[in-house]
C-alpha cells in the first residue's frame, strides 16, 4: 500500500518554464490537497478537490492550477514559473469527511526556480 | 482572517521529560483538530486528534488536551524520546465544498537531548 506518491521529488525550473507536479493516492480518498511549504512557515493550501471532477482554490492559488480528472490523480500545473514558487509542495489525501478524515502526507517536492 | 497559530517556535527539552506543544486557534466554530508530526525531509503525519465535544484525548504516550473557552489546545509527549524530535503542527479541520480541509498553524520544532 503506497499511500499518496508524489513525483518528482526534486526540480529545478528557469523563470517562465512550466511543469505539472504529480500525485496519485491508492486508498479510495474522496478528497485531495496540494499545499506548499516555506521555511518557519506552516503549510498553506493552494487547492484541493472534494471529489473527482471538482476543484476549489485555497489560501494561495495564484500562479497554479490544478485538475482531478481521475479519483486517485491530483495535478498541479505551472503555467510560467517564478522565483517566489521556489518551495516544497506536498500533496495530501483524505476521506474527506466522516470519522476518520486525518490527512495523509506525500513525501513533497521541492521545486526550485531560478 | 480565522487561523491557526502556535505560541512557542522551538521547544528543547532533556530525554525522558514531558514536553508540552501548545496552539491557539480562533475560529470558534471548528469542531475538529488534529496534531501532525513532520520529521525533517518528509510530510507531515498524523498523530492524535480531537473533536470539540471532548476536552481531553489520549494516545500511546501523547494527550491533547482542548480548552474551548480561551480556544486553546496542547499536545502532551510523555518520556520524550530523541525520535521525537520534529516538527509539530496543530491543524484546524475546516468545512468547504463538501470536504473537511486541514488549515495548519506554524509549527513548533522540538528538540530532544540525549
Known amino acids: 500500500n503506497a499511500g499518496v506518491t508524489q513525483t518528482p521529488k526534486f526540480q529545478v525550473l528557469k523563470t517562465g518554464q512550466s511543469m505539472t507536479l504529480q500525485c496519485a493516492q491508492d486508498?479510495?480518498?474522496?478528497?485531495m490537497y496540494w499545499y506548499r511549504q516555506d521555511p518557519g512557515m506552516g503549510l498553506r493550501l493552494i487547492y484541493y478537490?472534494?471529489?473527482?471532477?471538482?476543484?476549489d482554490k485555497g489560501e494561495v492559488p495564484d500562479g497554479y492550477n490544478v485538475s482531478r480528472l481521475k479519483k486517485q490523480n491530483f495535478l498541479l500545473g505551472l503555467e510560467s514559473a517564478a522565483p517566489s514558487q521556489t518551495s516544497v509542495y506536498f500533496c495530501?489525501?483524505?476521506?474527506?469527511?466522516?470519522?476518520?478524515?486525518?490527512?495523509?502526507f506525500g513525501q513533497g517536492t521541492r521545486l526550485t526556480v531560478v | 482572517g480565522e487561523s491557526v497559530g502556535l505560541h512557542l517556535p522551538t521547544l528543547s527539552v532533556q530525554e525522558g521529560d514531558n514536553s508540552i506543544i501548545n496552539c491557539a486557534y480562533s475560529?470558534?466554530?471548528?469542531?475538529?483538530f488534529i496534531w501532525y508530526k513532520q520529521e525533517s525531509g518528509k510530510g507531515p503525519q498524523f498523530i492524535i486528534d480531537?473533536?470539540?465535544?471532548?476536552d481531553k484525548r489520549q494516545g500511546q504516550r501523547v494527550t491533547v488536551l482542548l480548552n474551548k473557552t480561551v480556544k486553546h489546545l496542547s499536545l502532551q509527549i510523555a518520556a520524550t524520546q530523541p525520535g521525537d524530535s520534529a516538527v509539530y503542527f496543530c491543524?484546524?479541520?475546516?468545512?468547504?465544498?463538501?470536504?473537511?480541509?486541514?488549515?495548519f498553524g506554524r509549527g513548533t520544532s522540538l528538540i530532544v537531548h540525549p
Open positions: 495530501a489525501s483524505s476521506y474527506g469527511w466522516g470519522q476518520n478524515t486525518e490527512a495523509f
Open positions: 486508498m479510495n480518498h474522496n478528497s
Open positions: 478537490s472534494a471529489s473527482e471532477g471538482t476543484t
Open positions: 475560529n470558534s466554530a471548528s469542531d475538529y
Open positions: 480531537i473533536r470539540s465535544n471532548m
Open positions: 491543524a484546524e479541520n475546516g468545512l468547504g465544498g463538501g470536504s473537511y480541509i486541514p488549515t
